[in-house]
């Protein structure tokens, strides 16, 4: 049915467009395809039962001359067949005080008027009525026009003992008694269908608003509120079953497109973060070019000054401050030379089995010795159980090992110490200083070529190398506080081989 409805539907608004846009929303739909067809149904069935109604009014009127016709029939019949014209003419007058008439008469068997009270007929015997009542013997009611006026006629034949046809009555009725009555009724009758129809129209339109209107004015509502761009608005399960499989159907809708545009803004910023690593590997590979002939460029004139420098001293003696300093600065820029070409060209890893106790200690004790005779000194402290050998280039280890230890040497007050422990999968190790700790922004501190030591103390490259040597070994580095309220450097191995990287 509902198939049938949708096609009558799509022929009616493809031949008549004009239906397409009076049935346009749910509520003309319903008063077009609920309402009209209700207030229809009421019309016809209100026709219905004002045809019968009016039969049956018009049937009580006519059976109303009959009545009256039979009671007079018997006293008529009784004063006609005794010549008595003033009994009959008494009996003719009562009949007004019956019912509502408009005239009676009593004509002999030929249609001759004998007696008449009211507006009759005068002849009629030139009418075929009297030959058909007494041929029928039963009576005749028409419509006749009697003194210019549309009345209704009941004829009524009289008969003596015999049953022979001795004359007929006849008892008028004007005709705008039956039209009064049926106007009477036509009003009635139409009437109570505009109040019908009434009533079905505001019970459509309450039960439309109460039902799904005001849902619908809830979607509509939310739907503005989404493109007034307010994407976190859902909407609420409310409403018959349809409204709400709308309503999740909406929020499903949402909940995805939300979802794509945050992985949309997700792509979009790891695209960025590419494209941003990518500018940086450029500059780093540029920089990286220059500060390797940079550092080949100066590593020749170093090694000759350093070679004349020990020559002088042979001469002069070790004693010579400024053969002293001369030597100092030069062994601070071959270290610079180093740094540099450790950060910007790494030696190709050579991978072995690493006692893990043993590079810790190597690289505690080479620290330790250059701080021979100061007040900072560099310890060791096992955790007291076997740590997990690791897998790696030796050589680079210990270099992150050395650099961040330096490091925490140069800002120590008294004592530098590492730690080691085993974890799941890997080692730990922990160097803490004494010293006034890392600054706010510690991001920066693992980048190339920052310091926060003054000009000519650092190259800033330290940290950063560790951070690239722990990074080719699967490893993590953390900056952090110490509990004696100096700075930390976390270091994580795994003691396996790393894994490899994507390119």
């Given at each position: 049915m509902y198939i049938l409805r949708c096609i009558f539907m799509t022929q009616l608004t493809s031949r008549w467009p004009i239906l397409g846009k009076l049935l346009g929303n749910l509520q003309q739909t319903l008063m077009g395809f609920v309402a009209l067809p209700l207030i229809l149904v009421a019309a016809l069935f209100i026709r219905v039962a004002f045809e019968q109604a009016n039969a049956f009014q018009e049937t009580l009127l006519k059976s109303d001359l009959e009545l009256i016709a039979r009671a007079i029939s018997g006293p008529?019949?009784?004063?006609?067949?005794?010549?008595?014209?003033?009994?009959?003419?008494?009996?003719?007058?009562?009949?007004?005080?019956i019912g509502r008439v408009y005239g009676a008469s009593v004509f002999d068997?030929?249609?001759?008027?004998?007696?008449?009270?009211?507006?009759?007929?005068?002849?009629?015997t030139h009418s075929r009525i009297p030959l058909q009542l007494a041929d029928s013997g039963e009576k005749r009611e028409e419509y006749r026009k009697v003194g210019g006026r549309r009345v209704f006629s009941h004829f009524m034949p009289l008969f003596d003992e015999s049953d022979r046809t001795q004359g007929f009555i006849q008892i008028t009725r004007r005709q705008t008694d039956f039209t009064s009555a049926l106007s009477r009724l036509t009003w009635l009758a139409w009437s109570l269908w505009a109040l019908l129809a009434a009533v079905i129209i505001g019970t459509v339109l309450t039960g439309h608003y109460r039902g799904i209107g005001r849902h619908l004015k809830l979607l509509r509502q939310g739907m503005a509120r989404v493109a007034a761009d307010s994407p976190g608005y859902r909407f609420e399960i409310r409403g018959p079953r349809e409204v709400q499989s709308i309503s999740v159907g909406l929020n499903t809708m949402l909940d995805g497109i939300q979802r794509r545009e945050q992985e949309l803004e997700q792509r979009r910023m790891a695209e960025q973060t590419l494209q941003l690593q990518l500018r940086d590997s450029q500059t780093l590979a540029t920089v990286g070019r220059i500060t390797r002939g940079f550092a080949h460029e100066l590593g020749a004139p170093l090694s000759v000054i350093e070679g004349r420098a020990r020559r002088l001293g042979r001469y002069l003696g070790a004693d010579d401050r400024d053969l002293a300093a001369i030597r100092h600065q030069v062994r601070q820029l071959t270290e610079t030379v180093h740094d540099l070409l450790n950060y910007s060209r790494p030696a190709e890893p050579q991978v072995e089995p690493i006692d893990t106790d043993r590079l810790i200690r190597d690289a505690v004790n080479t620290v330790a010795e250059e701080l021979s005779g100061k007040a900072v000194v560099a310890q060791y402290q096992p955790c007291g159980q076997t740590l997990q050998p690791l897998q790696g280039d030796r050589r680079r280890l210990q270099l992150a090992l050395l650099n961040i230890i330096r490091n925490a040497a140069q800002v120590a007050r008294y004592?530098?110490?590492?730690?080691?422990?085993?974890?799941?999968?890997?080692?730990?190790?922990?160097?803490?200083?004494?010293?006034?700790?890392?600054?706010g922004n510690r991001d920066q501190l693992m980048e190339p070529f920052y310091t926060t030591r003054a000009s000519g103390e650092g190259t800033g490259l330290g940290l950063a190398i560790s951070a690239s040597i722990l990074d080719e070994h699967?490893?993590?580095?953390?900056?952090?506080?110490s509990a004696a309220g100096g700075g930390r450097v976390s270091l994580w191995l795994p003691s396996g081989p790393a894994p490899e990287r994507p390119l």
């Open positions: 008529v019949t009784e004063a006609l067949l005794n010549g008595e014209r003033e009994n009959m003419k008494a009996t003719l007058a009562s009949v007004f005080s068997s030929d249609g001759r008027r004998m007696a008449a009270a009211g507006i009759t007929e005068r002849d009629l004592r530098v110490l590492v730690t080691a422990s085993g974890s799941q999968g890997g080692v730990n190790i922990d160097i803490s200083d004494d010293g006034p700790g890392f600054p699967g490893g993590t580095i953390n900056l952090g506080d």
